[in-house]
């Protein structure tokens, strides 16, 4: 069990063995919410939630029944759900989904993730691509991580921009859906 304050917000979260950061509150998540203000109509994703600390804070100021919170690993899941009903915002979603594969919500205003580093990026690719797709207009995506080169070049990408911020090691980035289409494929057609 982490007793912590988030956000201003005391959780107290149930983890397991084998989680993500089962003893303390990332530092990689706190500096991404450091970066986030959620307002009360945003309708939020918490894209690999882990044990679900970044949905229970935007579920503080988001409606709960608009913050949705999704993790491949049934473990997570799990502790997620006990959280969000022990935390008092039991109206949240928790999904079990592999990214977007199982997960068919849209219209998302803020869409959050510490994705899992591996050898490959072919997790944050299908975080980065599809959750572009997910986002309304407007809408903004943000990832914290410690590599920048690769995560920068991808979300301009995708997105036509992408703010980034170093805080204690850590990259946050902030990209935001101005288009409909990905930025690289607006640049590539032909002119008439």
């Known amino acids: 069990m982490i007793v ?13 063995p084998g989680l993500f950061s089962q ?8 500096a991404m919410l450091s970066c986030v203000t959620f307002g009360a109509d945003d309708k939020v994703l918490d894209l690999g939630c882990g044990y679900g600390v970044v949905g ?3 579920a503080k100021t988001a409606k709960p029944e608009n913050v949705f919170l999704v993790d491949v690993d049934p473990v997570a899941v799990s502790a997620a759900r006990q959280n969000i009903a022990s935390n008092g915002v039991g109206g949240a979603t928790v999904a079990r989904s592999d990214g977007f594969r199982d997960f068919h919500e849209t219209g998302f205003t803020k869409i959050l993730s510490n ?8 997790v944050p690719k299908h975080f980065i ?3 572009f797709n997910r986002l309304a207009l407007g809408g903004s995506m943000f990832m914290v991580t410690r590599r920048e080169l690769w995560y920068r070049r991808k979300l301009e990408a995708i997105f036509g921009g992408v703010r980034t911020r170093t805080i204690d090691g850590y990259f946050v980035f902030e990209a935001i859906k101005k288009a409909s289409q990905y930025a690289n494929t607006a640049a590539k057609r032909p002119a008439h």
């Open 4 to 16: 912590e304050t988030v956000c201003g917000h005391g959780l107290q979260l149930w983890t397991e």
């Open 129 to 131: 691509e599809k959750g």
């Open 56 to 58: 229970i804070v935007a």
């Open 115 to 122: 994705p899992p580093y591996h050898a490959d990026f072919a």
């Open 23 to 30: 003893s303390s509150v990332d530092a990689g998540t706190l």
